[in-house]
Nanobody, 129 residues
Framework: QLQLVESGGGLVQPGGSLRLSCEVS????????????IGWFRQVPGKEREGVSC????????KYADSVKGRFTISRDNADNMVYLQMNNLKPEDTAAYYC??????????????????WGQGTQVTVSS
């Protein structure tokens, strides 16, 4: 059973930057992070959780929501079992709880919530002056 722990959230002014981190542990049966697609999602109270970005297990492909393209960058370090979301030029509408998630799949990733089996507890990002 994978465990994912996010960190790096906080309060930032519009136009600022934050880097979210997600540490993944609990691998079993000889599996490693190399076998999992990773995604970042966000949720505002009263709204559905939405996909922000995802990256394939082999790190060759990534997807981004239109609202964050050109501002956010997802990366992963499979050797250290870490996933990151660099967020630049933050806007008030980026305010949300951010979650990292994983599903077992090679060479594919999607920003569809229903695909992901393992979730972190979330970290709050607030963009405000």
């Amino acid at each position: 059973q994978l465990q994912l722990v996010e960190s790096g959230g906080g309060l930032v002014q519009p136009g600022g930057s934050l880097r979210l981190s997600c540490e993944v542990s609990g691998f079993t049966s000889g599996l490693t992070l190399d076998y999992y697609a990773i995604g970042w999602f966000r949720q505002v109270p009263g709204k559905e959780r939405e996909g922000v970005s995802c990256k394939t297990s082999n790190r060759t492909s990534a997807k981004y929501a239109d609202s964050v393209k050109g501002r956010f960058t997802i990366s992963r370090d499979n050797a250290d079992n870490m996933v990151y979301l660099q967020m630049n030029n933050l806007k008030p509408e980026d305010t949300a709880a951010y979650y990292c998630a994983a599903f077992k799949g090679l060479g594919v990733c999607y920003t569809w919530v229903g695909l992901y089996d393992f979730w972190g507890q979330g970290t709050q990002v607030t963009v405000s002056s």
